[in-house]
């Protein structure tokens, strides 16, 4: 709906006796939004249109490639499409709402629905700076340029507070030793070690766990001992123990690794340290709405 249009229906309903959580759901929109044009006078929300004009305008130069993009990926999110162009244009600055934008309008001019995403859900409570890492995997299939199918595997590390991410891929399974060197360039990437390391029950790290008691791998328990960590196993019924591990592998596959075409495994590393330092650990975070910082001290 266009944005004028937008306004005068939100005042129209609210003086019809409509809450504003009503007129959210009648016009199918998040209270947010009602909330963010309540705010404007008829004099803002005329200034508001005519820069929200000005903005879209600074995208119509890559009008095409983004066309190309979401004909050939219709799946392929606002938020990927600005990593694409920021990839491929270092000096073009904007905001990711004005590509949101912008990527809407295109899909609705030329009729490219989108899938409707899920939203993903992470614990709330927060845990204090230092505290606690989260360590997962996960694995991709990629396309070469020739359209060859390879399967790459990928371990990720987040920071609990401030959701800083690291992550490192390899084309084929993980070994333990694997695993113990992606340890070591996490922590000189962050900085430090976190007062406690959270994991999955992953059969390079754990045994089994013995009436609450962790039964390590050999090299592990060895690299556990040597370095004086501190390891929490989660449950397989306890998904909100490690839930900010999990959303980063998620967004690593969707935002990253999707519709990326696999060049070999030096260029895929140094494609996913640049994307790191882009987009992974560049915007604004949507729970703690603050960008992420790399040092585990407090």
């Not at 998040?30 to 309540?38: A, D, E, I, N």
């Not at 606690?132 to 390879?150: I, L, W």
Request: glycine residues 4%; hydrophobic residues 35%.
């Amino acid at each position: 709906m266009e944005k004028w249009k937008m306004y005068m229906e939100i005042h129209q309903l609210l003086k019809q006796g409509f809450t504003k959580v009503q007129v959210a759901q009648k016009l199918d929109i998040s209270r947010s939004t009602v909330y963010r044009y309540l705010e404007r006078n008829p004099e803002a929300m005329s200034k508001w249109v005519k820069k929200t004009k000005v903005r879209r305008k600074k995208l119509n130069p890559y009008k095409d490639i983004i066309l190309s993009w979401l004909y050939e990926h219709p799946d392929m999110s606002a938020a990927q499409v600005l990593d694409w162009l920021q990839e491929r244009y270092p000096s073009l600055e904007v905001a990711e709402s004005t590509v949101r934008l912008y990527v809407r309008g295109l899909r609705k001019e030329y009729d490219i629905p989108k899938e409707a995403a899920t939203r993903d859900y992470e614990a709330v409570p927060e845990i204090p700076m230092g505290k606690q890492m989260q360590v997962d995997f996960g694995e991709t299939e990629q396309f070469t340029p020739d359209r060859k199918k390879v399967k790459l595997r990928f371990i990720a590390f987040v920071l609990g507070n401030s959701r800083q991410k690291y992550k490192e891929w390899l084309d084929r399974p993980f070994t333990t030793r694997d695993v113990i060197r992606a340890h070591e360039n996490a922590f000189q990437y962050f900085g430090g070690i976190s007062d406690e390391l959270v994991y999955d029950q992953d059969a390079l790290i754990l045994v089994s766990e013995n009436g609450g008691d962790l039964i390590l791998t050999r090299e592990f328990q060895a690299y556990k001992e040597e370095r004086d960590l501190v390891i929490h196993m989660c449950r397989k019924a306890d998904p909100e123990s490690k839930g900010k591990i999990e959303n980063v592998v998620k967004y690593i596959k969707q935002n990253f690794a999707k519709h990326r075409t696999y060049y070999g495994l030096d260029a895929w590393n140094e494609s996913g340290w640049r994307w790191l330092e882009r987009t992974g650990n560049y915007r604004v975070h949507n729970t703690t709405k603050k960008k992420t910082s790399r040092s585990v001290q407090p």
